[in-house]
């Protein structure tokens, strides 16, 4: 059992007077790629932006040792989670290799130039646009573009908000490979939050589902995709 | 009475000089545009307040320059520093604390900070007419005829070049400018990469309030009068500017800046049947038209529709 | 403290209603005598004073602000320019008035026409112009209404930057009682102190009786305004406001309501700029221009946008603590005078102090205050069945 590297304990949310999160508590660790599963308004995009202190929260967050629940979102990123929010949040105004630099914000160290090197050959079809703006490109190409530009941080994890979301099948499977291949290269620990629960099983280590602001089940996706009856009731295939 | 037969005048040098005379205030113009698109392009708010905080550093640059005899490159320099200064200070009070996507109350805190930094200023110098000694040697470059090119016309010029250049390699070249393009282009995406967004805007307000100030210390000495309101027409040919160029470009503020300049000079004086009063409405009329037809105007980006 | 609750068509609920119309009346006849002779309270050494003349200019941007409330509160639509429509009643009837020698009111069939086509005018280009634009737009309007009035060929009517004054007085009719409404005021203990004559000269008595014409005008604004905002167009405006597109595909037609609200704002500037010029027989073209656009948004926000109560405070709101401030020499406590034409910058602080503690205004805190006390709540079934 290898450590945990997030852990969620008792977490509420809420926008105004709508409570979003009663009370969640998970764990993701180190090395392993999470998923959170469910329907639309159960809380899943809540989740992510409550960990990196967009939302108002009650309860614990835990990462690396440290609790964060009530620190601004640019401390949350510069202790290293890194968030590709949902519809991929790129700076539409500004060139592909400015928007990577742009992912590198809060470091300080000079390998800049050498990581937008590393990660346009991740991604050969952003070096192909590295000075187009990135609001010409396609769907595909912008979410490519969000992830490593979420990896320019240098993250201990990174957080992906529905990462198929308006894209082609073809393309979600190149995507979920990809991300699976970060994984193994660099050892990164993923959460991905999800409603394509076939791909993202394959990819996990372990998952939960959400429902209605509660972790309804949790448990290995090999356990979630074998039971006939929670594929059914939750993941509708 | 009504003679409002149509008639262009058509005199070269008499056109030249009118030329030239667009150049100078336009590239005043442009240099207050600039500091409007800063602004609006962090924010997407339009700052009514950004002449008078001008006001405020003219008449700061007059005390220090005309009051205390300082020379009047250094006065004009600290009250770019304190007008920057304050305006760090007012983002921080009463700016920051609004829904930045909810335009209607930073507009109209803006049009407070108008009436209150007009009347500070009205009542702190009073309203007597002052003089703001140029920051450019008397004289001309070259003059034909009636056509003379001062030095003071080529130093606004230039200067007004100079700030676009300076923006411009601040906003390419810099990390905070790298910053402030990405607060411009996605707000919740800035901070997800760990940008301090509200630090960031608040040296967007302080940037401009300095621009602003140097605009109106280069342009009020030509207008030969400084009063408390003297700023008002020029924010209104500065808006123009800031129109025709697309709100959200630097280059587009300068370029649309001297246009409004060339249009109030040589259209307005040229045709014989608008009246030579009526260059502030021309200036409206440049607003009104460009929003009508072409609201991203000459550089603008095309998402305009920030209501 | 829990507030009263009273029931809606209950005694109680009459009694009140009755009350404060009784009050307003009462208080609305009373005011021009007690100010014609200006009253001069000091406080903190400084002396203030409060004239007929005040409460007339108020009683005139209060339907000023009513205009922009129609058209900013009621429809969204902000607008900085509605001084221009201002201005063009002012002149109108100031040039009508003393060019042409027509009485006051009956310029009022030249202002109203006018002043509606003029919004309704500008009013079509903002169909396209919306937001933050439409702000931009409207604020040259008003700093180019100057301008115009200065112009060389209509300074024979406008006589240009110098103002145009108006010599022609208001005489009160003879069949008004101010003698005897003041003869019954002075019989009231104490309050009849106040008025501080047993006779007007005729100056004071063309102050009230422009007072009473003033009252009469802005109530009929108001009334306007009331049945507007309560009728189908009405609802129409609001549901543009608050939701646009929605308004559109519930069949509403925006480019006719849109404009009709400019229209509308339009003519109750322009019924505002008669009223300024019946009060002040002077109008100028740089009192006029973009401060007193800003004036009036000062006043919407003030008092309480979307709310008609709210612009009648508005107006006094803006007339009093510019003039108070004026007059203020000396603040206690800090001990150091000021002097000078800073009831802006109060105003401004104002404005922006509001925004953060009471953005509905004065009239909604206001109402708050009042629901603190009691609460009109609608009448329970017949059986007395209490729901607590």
Not at chain 3, 231 to 252: F, K, M, T
């Amino acid at each position: 059992m290898t450590e945990a590297l997030l852990h969620v304990a008792n977490l509420e949310a809420s926008y105004g007077e709508v409570k979003v999160l009663h009370g969640i508590d998970f764990t993701v660790r180190k090395g392993d790629i999470s998923v959170v599963l469910g329907a639309n308004g159960a809380g899943k995009t809540t989740t992510l932006r409550a960990i990196c202190g967009q939302v108002q929260t009650t309860g614990s967050i835990t990462f690396a040792g440290a609790e964060i629940s009530g620190e601004s979102t640019a401390d949350i990123v510069r202790r290293g989670i890194a968030h590709v929010p949902q519809g991929r949040g790129t700076f539409p105004e500004l060139s592909v290799t400015d928007n990577l630099e742009a992912g590198a914000f809060v470091r300080r160290d000079d390998e800049v130039a050498a990581d937008i090197d590393k990660w346009l050959d991740v991604f050969p079809v952003l070096a192909s646009r590295r000075d187009q703006l990135a609001g010409s490109l396609s769907g595909g190409e912008q979410q490519m573009l969000a992830v490593a530009r979420a990896m320019m941080s240098r993250p201990d994890l990174l957080l992906l908000d529905e990462p198929s979301l308006g894209l082609a099948p073809i393309i979600i499977e190149d995507l979920f490979e990809r991300l699976s291949a970060i994984n193994r290269t660099d050892g990164m620990t993923m959460l991905i939050v999800e409603q394509n629960a076939n791909l993202a099983l394959a990819v996990a280590s372990h998952a939960y589902v959400l429902e209605a602001g509660t972790i309804a089940i949790s448990g290995e996706p090999e356990d979630l995709s074998g039971d006939e009856a929670i594929r059914r009731a939750y993941l509708g295939y | 009475m009504f003679l409002f037969a149509v008639s262009i005048d058509t005199d070269p040098e008499l056109l030249l000089a009118r030329i030239l005379d667009g150049f100078r205030f336009g590239s005043g113009y442009g240099a207050l545009a600039l500091a409007l698109v800063m602004i609006y392009k962090a924010t997407g708010v339009l700052n009514f307040a950004q002449g008078e905080l001008a006001l405020l550093g003219i008449y700061i640059a007059w005390a220090l320059g005309v009051g205390w005899g300082w020379p009047i490159f250094l006065a004009i320099l600290v009250s770019m520093i304190a007008t920057a200064g304050l305006a760090a200070g007012i983002e921080r009070t009463v700016i920051r604390p609004f829904d930045p996507s909810n335009h209607l109350p930073l507009v109209i805190v803006t049009l407070g900070l108008f009436l209150a930094i007009n009347s500070f200023v009205a009542v702190t110098w009073n309203t007597d007419l002052k003089a703001l000694p140029s920051m450019f040697p008397p004289g001309d470059v070259f003059s034909v005829g009636v056509a003379h090119l001062s030095w003071s016309g080529l130093g606004i010029f230039l200067s007004a070049l100079a700030m676009l250049g300076a923006v411009n390699l601040l906003l390419a070249k810099t990390k905070v400018g790298l910053a402030f393009r990405a607060v411009s282009s996605n707000l919740e995406s800035a901070e997800l990469v760990g940008i301090r967004v509200g630090p960031t805007l608040q040296f967007g307000w302080a940037l401009a309030a300095a621009i602003g100030t140097l605009a109106g210390a280069l342009l009020v000495p030509e207008l030969n009068v400084l009063d408390p309101n003297v700023m008002l027409s020029t924010l209104v040919f500065a808006f123009a500017g800031a129109a025709l160029g697309g709100l959200d470009s630097p280059k587009g503020a300068i370029i649309g800046g001297i246009l409004v300049g060339l249009i109030r000079s040589v259209v307005v004086q040229s045709v014989s049947f608008i009246p030579s009063e009526l260059s502030v409405g021309a200036a409206v009329f440049v607003i009104l038209l460009v929003l009508l037809v072409r609201p991203s105007g000459l550089y603008g980006s095309s998402k305009v529709v920030r209501v | 403290m829990r507030p009263r609750l009273i029931a809606e068509g209950s005694s109680t609920h009459r009694w009140i209603q009755g009350g404060n119309w009784t009050l307003t009346i009462v208080v609305m006849i009373a005011i021009p005598f007690l100010v014609a002779i200006p009253l001069k309270p000091t406080l903190f050494g400084n002396s203030y004073t409060i004239g007929i003349s005040n409460v007339n200019e108020a009683i005139a941007w209060a339907v000023a602000v009513l205009g922009l409330n129609i058209l900013t509160g009621f429809n969204g639509q902000l607008s900085l320019g509605n001084s221009f429509f201002v201005g063009t009643g002012a002149y109108l009837t100031g040039v009508f008035v003393q060019t042409y020698h027509w009485s006051y009111l009956s310029t009022l069939i030249v202002v109203i026409p006018v002043c509606l086509a003029i919004g309704l005018i500008v009013g079509i280009p903002a169909l396209r112009i919306q937001g933050l634009y439409l702000a931009l737009v409207t604020f040259g309007l008003a700093a180019v209404f100057p301008s115009i009035a200065k112009l060389e060929q209509l300074d024979r009517f406008t006589h240009g930057s110098n103002g145009l004054s108006i010599t022609s007085k208001l005489l009160p009719p003879s069949w008004m009682p101010i003698q005897g409404t003041l003869d019954l005021i002075n019989k009231i203990p104490i309050i009849g102190d106040w008025t501080g004559t047993d006779h007007f000269s005729k100056r004071q008595a063309e102050g009230i009786y422009a007072y009473f014409l003033l009252v009469m005008i802005a109530g009929a604004c108001f009334l306007l305004a009331y049945n507007l905002i309560r009728s189908r167009p009405g609802r129409a405006l609001i549901a543009i406001r608050d939701n646009e597109i929605g308004a559109e595909v519930a069949g509403i037609n925006l480019s006719l309501y849109k404009a009709g609200a400019f229209g509308v704002a339009a003519l109750l500037s322009g019924v505002a700029g008669t009223m300024l010029s019946i009060d002040k027989n002077f109008v100028s073209p740089d009192d006029l221009g973009v401060n007193f656009a800003i004036f009036l948004v000062v006043g919407l926000i003030v008092g309480g946008s979307a709310n008609l109560k709210g612009s009648l405070i508005g107006g006094f709101a803006v007339i009093f603590v510019r003039q108070w401030a004026s007059q203020t020499n000396e603040v206690p406590l800090l001990g150091w005078g000021l002097s000078g034409p800073y009831g802006q910058m109060v105003l401004g602080v104002l404005l922006i102090g509001l925004m953060f503690v009471m953005p509905g205004g004065i009239a909604f805190g206001m109402q708050r205050l009042r629901q603190r006390v009691y609460r009109v709540v609608p009448a329970g079934p017949p059986e007395g069945r209490t729901d607590d």
